[in-house]
């Protein structure tokens, strides 16, 4: 299994940056990709970002330009890299790990919440 552990979350003003982390641990080397999720207040949990093992990335249109996800694959860590923020980007932010052989699995975080003020 795969167990994940973000950090980095808080409250930050209108034009910041953050920078949050994930932490995987355990069967580390059937991960697949990895991904930031996030749920704002009264919404659906959506995709931001997702890198896969290859390199890969992908983004939502709305954070495009303004956030960055890489990993460390030595620290077994990816990061988000959260700029010009607005209090849109405000949600529980959830990391996200798919991993497996012939069968997938997903694992996710216990979620770190960012809190933007305008």
């Known amino acids: 299994q795969v167990q994940l552990v973000e950090s980095g979350g808080g409250l930050v003003q209108a034009g910041g940056s953050r920078r949050l982390s994930c932490a995987a641990s355990?069967?580390?080397?059937?991960?697949?990709?990895m991904a930031w999720y996030r749920q704002p207040p009264g919404k659906q949990r959506e995709l931001v970002a997702r890198?896969?093992?290859?390199?890969?990335?992908n983004y939502a249109d709305s954070v495009k330009h303004r956030f960055t996800i890489s990993r460390d694959n030595i620290k077994n860590t990816v990061y988000l890299q959260m700029n010009s923020l607005n209090p849109e980007d405000t949600a529980v932010y959830y990391c996200?790990?798919?991993?497996?052989?012939?069968?997938?699995?997903?694992?996710w975080g216990q979620g770190t919440q960012v809190t933007v003020s305008s």
């Open positions: 996200n790990a798919e991993w497996g052989g012939s069968v997938a699995f997903a694992s």
């Open positions: 355990g069967s580390t080397f059937s991960i697949n990709a």
């Open positions: 890198i896969s093992f290859g390199g890969g990335t």
